[in-house]
């Protein structure tokens, strides 16, 4: 048995981002884990996290390309070879709740598998459900494995809020994955 604590935000968003990367360190050190996977649609949390996570397997998953406009990719080229230079992953790739799904949510109007699987995990606020997307994309670009647990951080809107130490599996495999500890994650929605 053990005891941990938690650290819970009173708001989400970007203003936790600085505090959620040095406790996710902090605890990635404690566990001795070295991959970290972050989600960042244009950037600015990627590049905090590469400060932070020198050494690292740092992973980055943006938007997919497309997700807000047609073949538009929201992280620059400029930022996705700052990330590459610097020793990062960039994995860009389809979402794990989306994909055909969404597109048969749009034109018939009704609900799929992994859009419920995606609202329930959004009842522990937006950044948990964004924390198992990414580890499921990162598995299955090959960026990290599934027999070592890793630290994964996202967050609400922009910024970083929420912080999890969790096994990896791939998406055909996702129920395979186990969020082991919530490191930080706001206690508002």
Known sequence: MAKKSI???SSTGEVNTD????EAK?????LGITDIV???????TAVKALEVFKGYNLVVVPHVTGLRKPGVQEMSDDVQEKIRAAGGKVVIATHVFSGVDRAIQARFDTVYPAGIIAQTL????????VVV???AMATDA?????DKDVVAIAGT?????????????????????????IIVKPSSL
């Open 26 to 30: 902090l605890r990635a050190d404690e």
């Open 122 to 129: 959004r009842m522990f606020g937006q950044g948990m459900k």
């Open 38 to 44: 972050v989600a960042s649609t244009r950037g600015n």
């Open 142 to 146: 090959g960026v990290i494995t599934a």
């Open 157 to 181: 809107g922009r910024g970083a809020d929420t912080a999890v130490v969790i096994t990896p599996a791939n998406a055909h495999r996702f129920f395979d994955m186990v969020i082991k500890e």
């Open 133 to 135: 997307e990414i580890v």
């Open 19 to 22: 505090q959620t990367l040095s």
């Open 7 to 9: 650290l819970y935000y």
